[in-house]
């Protein structure tokens, strides 16, 4: 008899990994039936996940942490034993704002970009009509990337430009209304923008932070301890989908799927693109390959890495939302669960990396690591500004930045 659990997500590609386990049968293979609760808020997905309306979640790394924490509300603890994988954001602007900062359909430098748009910023502040950018929750990747880029070019987020929050279903509408200028979302709703005409991508986040963590599987606690071999069945049956997501004859059939209303439920096209990194960055122009802009499977995607965590709570310290504390940042590397990951794979062969945390920001080249078991290689993992994360020094790593 299969056991069945049931899955909240945003309509977002990184989404896809627990979809493609129960719509490709690995799921079954593993004893599980999954199913799905749609939502369109990540305040909506976080709270069917804390009340117990779902088992588990696609959910923001860092809601996850702040959650287990009591940011923002009574602390509950969560869990985060699977990455569904590593970047996959973008950076997208009007129209208007981009033929002044870069060259539309094609991906610029950060720096350059950064250097380009601060005078603009400034301009406006004077004018008192500070440009707006949006983010999806004040506790997501996006927002910390997004405001790791601005400072990094010398633009403050909140004082030179204003930081919004605008749900990912709605961000391309709130682009064309003027609302906005600007936005980091997950796709599709970057390449939403570009082909309704009104939007342009500038950036990838994987050119901030070249493997940023991103997206989780996200388990209350208890309900993880209460029901540890389920879930380990689970995290199995999606790196099986995360293995068959990446083989390029699988590309058109998932988008297929993804592309149905009950998932992601826009044009298959659209999210071909995404799946095969051949991303249309201004409407009209020819998709640009970037094998960088999103990882799901290899290098260790979905490995929950507590170095990842620690990264994470000091971009909560650095930008004002908690105060720094040693007891704190052990708590939000603990989010991160390595030894759930490592169980659930032991006996499959799969390979497994010999540290549960790593030096972030630390290679310019790929470079074989030690394992566990099997054979992996990391490569290229840099940040914009070169700054490196040592996870036994996050002190250290607050006071290297001005602001």
């Known amino acids: ?17 627990p979809i493609l386990a129960q719509e490709h049968g690995f799921a079954r293979e593993e004893g599980l039936e999954l199913s799905f609760q749609r939502d369109k808020s990540w305040a909506t997905v976080l709270d069917h996940l804390l009340y117990g309306h779902v088992d588990a979640s696609h959910l923001l790394a860092p809601l996850t942490i702040a959650t287990t924490l009591g940011l923002g509300r009574p602390a509950q603890p969560l869990c985060a034993p699977f990455a569904l994988g590593l970047n996959g954001n973008a950076i997208t602007v009007s129209n208007e704002l981009a ?59 909140d004082a030179d430009v204003e930081m919004t929050v605008v749900p990912p279903p709605f961000m391309s509408d709130a682009l064309a209304a003027g609302e906005i200028d600007g936005y980091c979302v997950a796709d599709p709703w970057d390449s939403m923008a570009v082909d309704a005409g009104h939007g342009t991508i500038i950036l990838a986040t994987s050119q901030i932070w070249r493997r940023g963590t991103e997206k989780v599987l996200a388990v209350r606690r208890p309900h993880l301890e209460s029901k540890r071999d389920v879930f380990e069945a689970l995290i199995r049956a999606m790196r099986k989908a995360a293995a068959q997501s990446v083989d390029p004859e699988a590309f058109r059939e998932n988008a297929a799927i993804l592309a149905r209303d009950e998932y992601i439920g826009v044009d298959k096209a659209i999210l071909l693109r995404s799946i095969s990194e051949n991303l249309v960055l201004s409407n009209g122009k020819p998709p640009v390959h970037f094998p960088d802009f999103m990882f799901q499977y290899g290098e260790a995607a979905n490995f929950p890495w507590m170095s990842h965590g620690g990264w994470l709570y000091t971009q909560m310290a650095r930008w004002g939302q908690t105060q720094f504390s040693d007891a704190n940042y052990e708590a939000a590397c603990g989010v991160f669960r390595p030894d759930v990951y490592r169980s659930a794979l032991r006996e499959t062969g799969d390979v497994l990396p010999g540290a549960n945390s790593k030096v972030e920001g630390s290679l310019d080249r790929i470079m074989p690591v030690t394992t566990e078991q099997g054979e992996m290689v990391l490569s290229d993992n840099r940040f914009f500004d070169g700054h490196t994360f040592d996870p036994d020094r996050p002190r250290d790593y607050l006071s290297a930045f001005r602001f």
Do not use: V
């Open 99 to 157: 033929a002044q900062i870069t060259t539309p359909g094609l991906l610029g430098d950060p720096a350059e970009i950064g250097a380009r748009l601060k005078p603009i910023a400034l301009a406006r502040k004077t004018e008192g009509r500070p440009l707006r950018f949006a983010k999806t929750h004040r506790y997501s990747c996006h927002n910390y990337m997004q405001r790791y880029w601005l400072a990094g070019c010398g633009i403050l987020p």
């Open 1 to 17: 008899m299969s056991e069945h659990l049931t899955i909240g997500f945003l309509p977002l590609m990184d989404a896809c990994l």
